[in-house]
């Protein structure tokens, strides 16, 4: 059993910055793989970043160039860079946890953080 705490969330205009991170307390996520996904009212989960356990990184189009996905194995903790933030990036932001490696559906993640909301004003 895995459990997750995404932090980092909050208000930015624009154009800004913020850094999500996505934490094990008392276990490890070194060995798994690690998404992070979002969803804006109305509409469905959206992978936007994933790391494997071994690094390889993969991102949906939309953030390509203005989000980085990275992780710290000593400090059992994945991150989300976010930059060049858009109204449209505005969303909950989980993270969640794969044994299997890099998956895009939900559903192939067992493990799941709370959301930490993200809003991008204009």
């Known amino acids: 059993q895995v459990r997750l705490v995404a932090s980092g969330g909050g208000l930015v205009q624009a154009g800004g910055s913020l850094r999500l991170s996505c934490a094990a307390p008392?276990?490890?996520?070194?060995?798994?793989?690690i998404g992070w996904y979002r969803q804006a009212p109305g509409k469905t989960m959206e992978l936007v970043a994933a790391i494997n356990r071994g690094g390889i990184t993969n991102y949906t189009d939309s953030v390509k160039g203005r989000f980085i996905i990275s992780r710290d194995n000593a400090k059992n903790t994945v991150y989300l860079q976010m930059g060049s933030l858009k109204p449209e990036d505005t969303a909950v932001y989980y993270c969640?946890?794969?044994?299997?490696?890099?998956?895009?559906?939900?559903?192939?993640?067992?493990?799941w953080g709370q959301g930490t909301q993200v809003t991008v004003s204009s």
């Open positions: 969640a946890a794969s044994n299997v490696g890099l998956r895009t559906a939900p559903a192939g993640y067992e493990y």
């Open positions: 008392g276990g490890t996520i070194s060995n798994t793989a």
